[in-house]
């Protein structure tokens, strides 16, 4: 089982296979972003290098063409962008949070799920500062630790940071030479505990996104 990701529902469970069916709209919007509240309660300063991740299927399959809005409790509607993989583009604040609702243009037997994964915040590209992949690595770790509670059982301690997309990959040690990326679930990773004194991920081709990898 990938512990890195879950799907959230209307009541959560240990095991993070549990799909949010939606029966009709609107619904609370804590709802839906499940666990923001706990990421934007830490300071910012300590969460600036990851970030939490929502992704929306519909009836299974990537909702990159899902319409859907944040309704404010006054009757305004904020639409939700998305990538076309499902991703959402834009997170709600505190205070929507607390008070929006979420609703969606689809039929009310459809079935709604959102993913919910733990991202590095670095911009992907071929050439990547090790520095900086094992800082949000740390922050990420430290982050879930202090939030607590399921989060930190669901997306359990993480040891590096994969690159979905980039083929394969070399590791640019101190004293120049380069080795190559292990290997796992198709894309290359980085383990800063194991390739100790490595300077610069050097990756085939520019991932599609970067990904924790957890133990």
């Known amino acids: ?22 029966s009709k709209p609107p619904v609370k919007l804590s709802k839906v972003f499940g666990f923001l509240d706990k990421y934007l309660a830490i300071p910012p300063a300590e969460r600036n290098r990851f970030v939490l991740a929502y992704t929306f299927m519909v009836d299974g399959k990537p909702a990159g063409g899902l319409k859907a809005a944040i309704v404010e409790a006054d009757g305004r509607r904020t639409p939700l962008a998305f990538a076309p993989d499902g991703r959402a583009l834009r997170l709600p604040n505190a205070a929507q949070l607390a008070s929006a609702s979420f609703a969606a243009d689809v039929p009310a037997a459809t079935k709604l799920g959102v993913r919910l994964s733990l991202e590095p915040l670095i911009t992907p590209a071929q050439e990547l500062a090790a520095r900086d992949l094992e800082a949000s690595l740390v922050q990420a770790n430290a982050g879930m630790a202090k939030a ?11 040891s590096g940071v994969s690159f979905p997309g980039a083929g394969s990959g070399k590791a640019r040690l ?42």
């Open 1 to 22: 089982m990938d512990r890195r990701s879950m799907m959230l529902g209307l009541a959560l469970a240990a095991a993070p296979t549990l799909a949010w069916a939606q």
């Open 148 to 158: 607590g509670g399921l989060i930190a059982f669901a997306l359990p301690k993480l």
């Open 174 to 215: 101190a004293n120049g030479a380069e080795v190559p990326l292990p290997v796992a679930d198709g894309a290359p990773f980085y383990d800063p505990k194991v390739l100790k004194g490595a300077t610069a991920i050097l990756l085939a081709h520019v991932p599609s996104r970067l990904a924790f990898k957890d133990k």
